[in-house]
Nanobody
């Protein structure tokens, strides 16, 4: 079966850090653009960060620039999202998604872009 599985979420204090993982099975993540999205209670899903195949051009939402870092480990067929300096407003379910790369990453990393595969999400809660 083709699937994505997120892990690494948890409960952290403001200012804390987590490393989220997105592991693929049934297909090779190396050839896909991978997006991290999140959805907080009462809010619409938003794009957080995306990475294209090849040289790995990245995109970050303004709200997370300088705090979050997306990366690939092709040998492990996994994409990571390092999330640092966490704020209460970062609390959300974080999802990863995959799509064949075909356009500028800033356009692909938007809520309206259609992705082929989605994980079920991992909860991140930032609270004191």
């Amino acid at each position: 079966q083709l699937q994505l599985v997120e892990s690494g979420g948890g409960v952290v204090q403001p200012g804390g850090s987590l490393r989220l993982s997105c592991a693929a099975s049934g297909f090779t993540l190396e050839y896909y653009t991978i997006g991290w999205f999140r959805q907080a209670p009462g809010k619409e899903r938003e794009a957080v960060s995306c990475i294209r195949p090849g040289v790995g051009v990245t995109y970050y939402a303004e709200s997370v620039k300088g705090r979050f870092t997306i990366s690939r480990d092709n040998a492990k067929n996994t994409v990571y999202l390092q999330i640092n300096s966490l704020k209460p407003e970062d609390t959300a379910v974080y999802y990863c998604a995959a799509v064949r790369g075909s356009g500028p990453v800033q356009l692909m990393c938007q809520p309206k872009w259609k992705y082929d595969y989605w994980g079920l999400g991992t909860q991140v809660t930032v609270s004191s």
